[in-house]
């Protein structure tokens, strides 16, 4: 499928989805989204890809909003549909079976720094900036925002992120647990490019596991996480990828995972 907004490139079973609308930061306007939502979809049915990189194109944004001239019809109504559909997305991208990696490469602000929470972890250039500073326009958070961001860092910093809609830092964000390394600016794709190809070598089977156990058992409570982490660990130990991985061990030699 051909995209506008969107460009995707595959090597070595890692994707690399770019938001490419340069000029206007590339902000998030109904088309990027659609074509996200469809994306996820299509991707989403496919299982030859062991993890996936988000970014945004040119040296300045990863995303810097949501695109203020298409917002500025919205009224009450389509206010909250136009929320349900950035919702959706998102939570596509979080549900998403293999890690998704956000590569913030410059300003993730409003729907950038949501787009970001929905993947699985933040790696950030040292000139990325961090914010939620949609109550300037008179609004609020809509894609996850009030929700994910206090998962994140928790209630109180979140808060304060929220109402004073200040911009920060990648360091601060880093201190804050909301981004998991930063590094330099130039090598940024390098860094996530790195840890993509760790987690190629390691059994695709045990890396959708595990990431639902943790994505999944976040929203419960601790006796219920622990009774669905030993049914995933139980799942792990029936497939040929624990065979495979046990044997290459017991044998000193590289394992070939199946992904079964």
Avoid: H
């Amino acid at each position: 499928m051909k995209f506008e907004t969107l460009e995707f490139d595959v090597k070595d079973r890692i994707g690399v989805l770019t938001i490419s609308r340069t000029q206007a930061l590339n902000a998030l306007n109904a088309q990027v989204l659609t074509e996200l939502g469809l994306f996820f979809e299509e991707l989403n049915s496919k299982i030859d890809l062991c993890c996936l990189i988000i970014t945004g194109s040119g040296d300045k944004a990863f995303v810097a909003g949501a695109d203020i001239k298409e917002m500025s019809a919205v009224d009450k109504n389509s206010g909250a549909e136009a929320a349900q559909k950035g919702q959706k997305v998102f939570q596509a991208i979080e549900d998403c079976p293999i890690p998704v990696i956000a590569a913030v490469n410059g300003f993730a602000l409003g729907g950038g720094l949501e787009l970001a929470m929905a993947c699985d972890f933040i790696i950030a250039s040292d000139l990325a900036k961090f914010g939620l500073p949609e109550v300037s326009l008179g609004l609020i958070p809509g894609y996850g925002g009030t929700q994910r961001l206090s998962r994140y860092i928790g209630k109180a910093k979140a808060k304060m992120i929220i109402a004073t809609g200040d911009i920060y830092s990648a360091q601060k964000a880093k201190d804050w647990g909301l981004v998991a390394e930063v590094v330099e600016a130039g090598l940024l794709l390098e860094k996530c490019m790195a840890i993509a190809k760790s987690i190629t070598k390691r059994s695709p089977l045990a890396v959708r596991l595990a990431k639902r156990a943790v994505t999944d058992g976040f929203e419960l409570n601790q006796a219920e996480g622990l009774e669905l982490e030993a049914e995933l660990f139980g799942q792990a130990f029936s497939s040929e990828d624990k065979t495979e991985g046990v044997n290459a061990f017991i044998e000193k030699r590289e394992p070939k995972f199946s992904g079964k």
